[in-house]
């Protein structure tokens, strides 16, 4: 007869996400995750198949905890001024999820950029994609900029974006006011 869970999933990937975004894919060892999450290594294993498994449900328990934030992106009709409000929102996330700072996507991207890890690399990849799909969509709203000039600035943003998301680790809140007006000063 097969044992029944004495926890909730849900519960512990929250605990597993923090461990991650507070410390990177690395330097989270199984050890670690045992004791955040209140679980012992068999349960890890027989729930999430390895720590690869847990941190891809925490990828995805921090998408749906971010999801309002790229709705109301994809949602708006104001142009460049979606995005730029979904820069200032993206600063607001990490401190409703919880006490953290930086986005744990962009953690992640950075991490991973050198990694042999295929799937978690397509992850990363997927999403700034998708993150860069939607600025497209959204500078094409002006129609005297040619499709050059939207690529151009679609990979700025995303690039900004990225760095907002270290910055907000580290920089006061006026300085990152300032980089985001300055950012969309010329846009």
């Given at each position: 007869?097969?044992?029944t869970k004495q926890y909730n999933e849900q519960e512990v990937i929250e605990k597993a996400m923090s461990l991650?975004?507070?410390n990177g894919y690395?330097?989270?060892s199984v050890r670690m995750l045992e004791k955040e999450m209140g679980?012992?290594?068999f349960s890890i294993y027989s729930s999430f198949g390895s720590k690869q498994g847990v941190f891809l449900e925490s990828l995805k328990c921090y998408k749906s905890k971010v999801h309002s934030i790229f709705e109301k992106l994809q949602q708006g009709t104001d142009g460049v001024n979606d995005i730029?409000?979904?820069f200032y929102d993206s600063l607001e996330a990490p401190t409703k999820i919880g006490d953290h700072k930086g986005c744990l996507l962009t953690n992640t991207y950075n991490?991973?950029?050198d990694n042999e890890d295929q799937l978690i690399k397509e992850q990363m990849e997927d999403f700034m994609?998708?993150?860069k799909a939607i600025f497209i969509q959204k500078l094409s709203k002006n129609s005297s900029k040619d499709a050059t000039t939207i690529e151009k600035q679609a990979n700025y943003l995303l690039l900004a974006k990225h760095g907002l998301a270290a910055a907000s680790r580290v920089n006061t809140a006026k300085?990152?006011?300032d980089y985001i007006e300055m950012t969309f000063s010329k846009l």
């Open positions: 007869m097969a044992r991650f975004w507070r690395e330097n989270t679980i012992n290594q730029k409000t979904f991490e991973f950029a994609n998708n993150l300085e990152i006011e």
